[in-house]
């Protein structure tokens, strides 16, 4: 079982229409990480929430943190092509060690 | 400054052969992580390293498979024997001493995509 589902799977957009992807675990995290990669490369952060119901803003892109610090969000505002990417969640379990548990992540692609 | 390394990017083992990955951490970073990711598959923890030390090695399967990070030079990820199933793209992290915020945040290497033939 996948500790971190992450939905929808798959996302295909045009150019400035908005979106938002889900990240929801039945467990609670210390933190959860945000992040986007692309076809042969590392994943790059974006953003970490810490604080349960916290809201983080990166130019048109909002990240929010459940009240229960089990679930999380991202929505793009005004989606452009260079947004197109694979969307990865991971999260430090309460009480784990630091190693990251990922969702299987959203790939998002925006048409022009 | 420069970024987490990883070398070699691309890597071709025929089965049998041994593997060596190797992870350059961000200048100041003393914490090492190890991931792999198969096709289709979300980014799993091998092991977590610190100067030294092996910290959690749960995700690391028992055999062929080892890490170090010596107290000079890189970080090693090092398959022995390995086959088919091995193929993978193999990431390495790294984080700042002293986790103050409790934030886990960690910065990914571009990987080294391993294939076995």
């Known amino acids: 079982t996948q500790l971190l589902e992450q939905s929808p799977q798959f996302l295909s957009i045009q150019e400035g229409e908005n979106l938002t992807v889900y990240c929801n675990s039945s467990s609670v995290f210390s933190s959860l990480q945000w992040y986007r990669q692309e076809p042969g490369e590392g994943p790059v952060l974006l953003v970490t929430?810490?604080?349960?119901?916290e809201v983080k803003k990166l130019k048109r892109l909002t990240f929010q943190f459940g009240d229960a610090r089990k679930d999380s969000s991202l929505h793009i505002t005004a989606a452009q092509t260079g947004d197109t990417g694979l969307y990865l969640c991971a999260g430090s379990r309460q009480g784990g060690s630091e190693k990251l548990v990922f969702g299987k992540g959203t790939k998002l692609t925006v048409n022009p | 400054n420069a970024g987490v390394m990883q070398n070699p990017r691309h890597l071709v083992r025929r089965r049998g052969q041994e593997a060596r990955l190797r992870c350059s951490p961000m200048k100041g970073h003393s914490h090492v992580y190890w991931y792999r990711q198969l096709p289709e598959e979300g980014l799993k923890f091998m092991v977590y390293?610190?100067?030294?030390?092996?910290?959690?090695e749960s995700g690391m399967p028992k055999e062929r498979f080892s890490a170090e990070f010596p107290k000079e030079g890189p970080s090693i990820l090092r398959i022995q024997q390995v086959v088919r199933g091995d193929s993978a793209a193999y990431f390495c992290?790294?984080?700042?001493?002293?986790?103050?915020?409790?934030?886990?945040?960690?910065?990914f290497g571009p990987g080294t995509r391993l294939t076995v033939t």
């Open positions: 929430v810490v604080t349960g119901g």
């Open positions: 390293l610190q100067k030294e030390n092996i910290i959690d």
């Open positions: 992290a790294s984080s700042p001493p002293g986790h103050l915020l409790k934030t886990y945040e960690q910065y």
